[in-house]
């Protein structure tokens, strides 16, 4: 909100009175208006929860790959086939399959493989976008954060084990920013209405020093602490996915599209998709089709433009030895696409559970610090690019950037050396299409929100807009797949109140009974509790089944079984006691193996109930290990590939490739 905070001089008093008077009078019936009714989750009147069986998943059946392939190719007709795996194509198919249409989803490599797992990992209204909505006088403006605040609390509500509500401190440099920056926090509540999380308050330098002692508290006058939530993206990615096969949507990763069907009269009836990984062919009929790939939309539409509904030759990838050089998209017309980048730094660089905000940048970005899985996410850039690359990257001029930002009020030296991961996420405005096309490629056409609309084709693209408000996203996108397809009798839009996987019956004691139940450290139980929510305990019990389940990934190819044995004393256990010799590797760290709780058993899981299909699916996005610890993933990369490769029934020559790839993107991490 206070990116030019900085630069700008008090307005003379009289001015500031009646024009806050005027514009706090506006902004309650605004507010009053705008805001929805639905207060935010309360858990202080839980009834007590004594035992996990009361509370975690006991069984699922997760349909296998296969069977949802079956299931593409025998079904003739679906009422809606969705392009795009990310946060709003997910987030598409969990409210289309819950009105009742017969969903089918199609995604071209991993669910959040792009953009959508390389968010801020922050649901927020937008601070930024108050402070324009004031100083410009934009109702826009004002309308986007309102919307998002909205909608950053349903997240909180759909998968409370995902989404966290995170303090934020501005520290606050000279006096007269104190009664700016606490007005406009104070604003941003009020835009809440009954769906702010919490209250902002004020801090003295004293007390804002020792919140963050990491601040050189020598320029310090005060500090500001407002609320928003924090959330890990990929996984939330992977739950809607998850979410959405399990009310009957037939949801596939690894099935790149190759060409629109189109009937006699130029409307898209359908696609030919490839599976990548056998590379078979399938024919996908659907009444109704939604262009849901983010920045990779001006693909999808130029299959659109053309009467044969392949893409243009000239815009495909282009292949390269070298994968940061490889471009998804040549010179997109819808898409406005610049490059976000973030870092991950060491616990030390911001308090464990509060993050912070930096209002004055040199070039007058914000520019956030947040305690995120146990580390500090940093960010982020915001370049221009010409042309949508398929693996973004962050350079070394991106990452001093941000160090050189973050020294501006660190007290002790910031290193390179302590960076531990480093990436790039395409930021996609858009302009609508159709007036570029009209009006001779001007730029009137850009859209700040999300932007929906339907092709002469009835293709529907859905693109633009942020994590946070996905779900409104989706609402709109089928409300236009309802209209479009002329669907009787449909369900209305429930998402509002859907629980996610993992989000039945969950608690917040979770963490403590499953440390309880099955003797698990802190650390590895809140991994899990906020990983896998209520499913958590099926992980668990896998550690019971067997104890190589525990291991870390990194040691799967540095242990020998001797032997094997059932315990005595229960004629019904199946659980078994594995004795096992850990073979020395000099290239392993054995300390080190253990500080990520990322085990064998949960890869188990993630490929039997998640969809993993390749190691970086696992490092990536199942677990955050990659984005977390750079270094330390590229030392599991031959465990998850061992026990990937015997899950999978994989061949030597196909184990050997996955190792080589897997390694190759995890060194574009800024190691």
Sequence with gaps: MFSSAGKRLLRPKVFLGVSSVTILGGSILYFNAKTKKSPLADYTNLSPVKTLESVAVKDISTPTRESLLNNLSSTSQFDVLIIGGGATGTGCAVDAVTRGLNVALVEKADFASGTSSKSTKMAHGGVRYLEKAFLEFSKDQLDLVVEALNERAHLINTAPHLCKILPILIPVYTYWQIPYFYAGCKFYDLFAGSQNLKSSYLLSKANAAELAPMLDSSKLTAGLVYHDGSFNDSRLNSTLAITAVSKGATILNYMQVQQLIKDDNNNVKGAIVKDTETNKIYEVMAKTVVNATGPYSDHILQMDNNKDG????????????????????????????????????????????????????????????????????????????????????????????????????????????????????????????????????????????????????????????????????????????????????????????????????????????????????????????????????????????????????????????????????????????????????????????????????????????????????FLLRRTRFAFLDARQALNAVDGTVKIMGDELNWDNKRRAKEIENTKRYIKTFGV
């Design 310 to 617: 392949l893409p243009d030759i000239d815009s495909s990838n282009y292949h390269s030895d070298d994968i940061t050089s490889q471009i998804a998209v040549k010179n997109p017309k819808m898409v406005v696409p610049s490059s976000g980048v973030h870092i991950i730094l060491p616990s030390f660089y911001c308090p464990k559970n509060v993050g912070l905000l930096d209002v004055r940048t040199s070039d007058g970005r914000v520019m956030f610090f947040l305690p995120w899985q146990g580390k500090v996410l940093a960010g982020t850039t915001d370049i221009p690019l010409k042309q949508v690359p398929e693996t973004p990257t962050a350079t070394e001029a991106d990452i001093q950037d941000i160090l050189k930002e973050l020294q501006h009020y660190i007290k002790f030296p910031v290193k390179r050396d302590d960076v531990l991961s480093a990436w790039a996420g395409i930021r996609p405005l858009v302009k609508d299409p159709r007036i570029l096309e009209n009006e001779g490629g001007k730029t009137e056409g850009l859209v700040r929100s999300h932007f929906i609309f339907t092709s002469p084709s009835n293709l529907i693209t859905i693109a633009g807009g942020k994590w946070t408000t996905y779900r409104e996203m989706a609402e709109e996108t089928i409300n236009e797949v309802v209209k479009i397809g002329n669907f009787k009798d449909v369900k209305p839009c429930s998402t509002r109140k859907l629980k996610l996987v993992g989000a039945e019956n969950w608690n917040p004691n979770l963490e403590a009974l499953l440390a309880q139940k099955y003797n698990l450290s802190s650390k590895m139980a809140q991994h899990l509790a906020d990983s896998y929510g209520t499913r958590a305990p099926l992980i668990c019990e896998s550690f019971k089944q067997n104890n190589i389940n525990q291991l870390p990934v990194t040691l799967a190819t540095n242990f020998q079984i001797l032997s094997e044995k059932v315990p005595p004393g229960n004629p019904d256990e199946v659980d078994t006691i594995a004795d096992v010799h850990l073979i020395e590797n000099n290239e392993i760290n054995l300390f080190d193996s253990f500080r990520y709780p990322f085990t064998i058993g949960e890869l188990k899981y993630s490929i039997q109930h998640e969809y993993t299909r390749t190691a970086l699916d």
